[in-house]
């Protein structure tokens, strides 16, 4: 049995679609067997509560009178950076120059929740541009426009992070003890988008995904997108792999999802929620959706040489990992995970009900993500080459 | 912010089941008559007991009775007689109890403090929400500066 993004549109319409979270599909999967599953369910529900650092927004001001071209601006004391006379782009991850543990992620909470917040610019002195300076509060009701670029929004797979040294290193995987004494993994593995659809079969350029509760879109291949990554037996990649770069509306978005973060030694990170609708167009599809924890490997990395390459412990299933203990180098150790399990199983019972309802449509890519793609590195290069 | 994990030195071997050798920080105040004033008593905390003594606020007036707040950092058992020991001077011990308090209304359960908690003070349960289980806290106080989105706070 085979089916088209259009008919499950038609049944959505009609409210006669068959949706199920990716935790219920595996359950259902299990019991019928991936036909009998294939001939009930039209789609699956995946979703992703994780840290992004990769992130800006982007914010058009009305004109102020007389009218300012910004030189320099700051959000809640978070310097923005110009990108047009009254637009500024306000990175994630930039911190205040009041308060390090603050943000732009912060000032992206602070907007989406409705706080009133302050701006602070200063125009360059031009003819036509006359206003030297202007202050205010204002919040997102005030702006022309804010969108957000999460250009890692959805990350297929990652490591599993420890520390074989003697001390403790505060790392962007927080904080690992020395001696392995603990690990960290950052993965909603079998409720992720791409962990679900490995191939990105059905996801792909122009998909309308869920966003914090706004539309989003998938506008391409995201920041450290590794597509070469090496797969398990279940065509799973085993660490970091492919990503996908998200552009949405922030005025369409509820603040529970968007949630500004600090970690210790890294900096103001950004934690928004991510739902993808998966279709169940044919077997292969449904073959892939059944795919659990115990099958879903990640690599173990030693985080405690400073360096881009890592020596590496091996293999483990999230499925060990979730029993909170894991053997790294014949040493038990307590492993916990930084991304919200919680929160993604509710974003995929929010992103059923609102196809149930109705409100939520599927689309046709209108292009395929590039998985042949080399993940670069950057060396120095000290003669320029012609 | 300083934070201890466990037992240095001859006993980090320990396995990772040994949890009770988990250092543990405690507060007191400590009231002095004016007898027992020269007493060294962070010397004899470090030398006797392993206790590492930060002091918070001294009260101390020559002559008269003192009073001292001080943070003790140390295996919970060397704790308890380290007290009894102090009391044997005739120096009143009052405890300040101190705790950690979650928000759980603003908690993502992330797990983040989950991953430092190595007295197993922290879970998830089998829907992925944080559960504190507050008799195992050892008011290690790694949680509070683990927490990404600073909903863990000490109460004092
Ligand atoms: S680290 Fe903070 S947000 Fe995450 S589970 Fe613990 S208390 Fe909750
Ligand atoms: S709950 Fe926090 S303070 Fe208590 S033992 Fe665990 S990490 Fe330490």
């Keep these: ?386 | 912010m300083p934070r201890k994990k466990k037992n240095q030195g001859e006993s980090s071997k320990m396995s990772k089941s040994d949890s009770l050798s988990l250092r543990t920080r405690r507060r007191v105040i400590l009231s002095f008559p004016p007898s027992v004033l020269q007493t060294p008593i962070t010397y004899i905390l470090a030398k006797e007991y392993d206790i590492a003594s930060n002091i918070l606020r001294a009260e101390i007036l020559p002559e008269e009775s003192g009073k001292l707040v001080i943070e003790m950092d140390g295996l919970p058992e060397n704790l308890d007689k380290a007290i009894q020991r102090i009391k044997e001077f005739d120096i009143d011990v009052t405890e300040i109890a101190r705790k950690v308090t979650f928000d759980m209304d603003k908690c993502i359960h992330c797990g983040a403090c989950v991953s430092v908690c190595l007295a197993g003070a922290l879970k998830l349960d089998k829907n992925f929400h944080l559960e504190f289980i507050e008799p195992k806290c050892t008011v290690c106080e790694m949680c509070v500066t683990t927490c990404p989105v600073d909903v863990v706070n000490i109460d004092i």
């Design chain 1, 1 to 386: 049995m085979k089916r088209t993004i259009y008919e499950i549109n038609e049944k959505i319409k009609k409210g006669k679609a068959f949706v199920l979270t990716a935790n219920e599909a595996k359950s259902l999967i299990q019991e019928k067997g991936t036909k009998g599953f294939l001939n009930e369910v039209d789609v699956v529900t995946c979703a992703a509560f994780e840290m992004n650092a990769n992130a800006i927004a982007y914010l058009n001001f009305g004109q102020t009178d007389p009218l300012i071209y910004f030189s320099s601006a700051s959000i809640n004391n978070v310097p923005a950076y110009v990108a047009g006379p009254s637009d500024l782009c306000l990175s994630c991850v930039a911190p205040s120059t009041e308060n390090y543990k603050y943000g732009g992620a912060h000032v992206i909470e602070d907007l989406t929740s409705g706080k009133n917040i302050r701006l602070k610019s200063i125009g360059h002195p031009l003819e036509e541009y006359t206003n030297k300076e202007f202050d205010t509060w204002f919040n997102l009701s005030d702006l022309n426009h804010a969108r957000i670029l999460l250009n890692q929004g959805i990350n297929q797979n990652n490591i599993i992070a420890c520390n074989s040294g003697d001390k403790d290193i505060n790392s962007h995987m927080g904080t690992l003890i020395g001696k392995l004494e603990n690990s960290t993994f950052n993965s909603s593995s079998y409720l992720n988008p791409l962990i679900n659809d490995p191939f990105c079969e059905t996801i792909g350029i122009g998909s309308k995904i869920w966003v914090a509760g706004a539309e989003g879109i998938i506008v391409g291949e995201g920041s450290n997108h590794n597509p070469e990554q090496k797969r398990n037996d279940y065509d799973i990649p085993v660490g970091p792999a492919a990503t996908l770069a998200v552009v949405a509306d922030l005025s369409d978005m509820d603040s529970k999802w968007v949630r500004g973060g600090f970690i210790k030694s890294f900096g103001p990170v950004l934690y928004i929620g991510i739902g993808v609708a998966i279709p169940v167009l044919n077997e292969s599809i449904a073959e892939k959706l059944s795919i659990g924890d115990e099958n879903i490997h990640t690599t173990i990395v030693d985080f405690s040489i400073p360096r881009r390459a890592k020596p590496i412990f091996g293999q483990c299933t999230y499925e060990e990992l979730r029993t909170s203990t894991v053997i790294i180098n014949r040493k038990p150790t307590l492993s916990a995970p930084l991304s919200s399990m919680a929160y993604a199983q509710e974003i995929c019972g929010l992103l059923k009900e609102n196809i149930m309802n109705g409100k939520f449509f599927l689309t046709e890519p209108t292009t395929k993500i590039n998985l042949n793609k080399k993940l670069k590195k950057m060396n120095p290069r000290l003669i320029e080459k012609i």
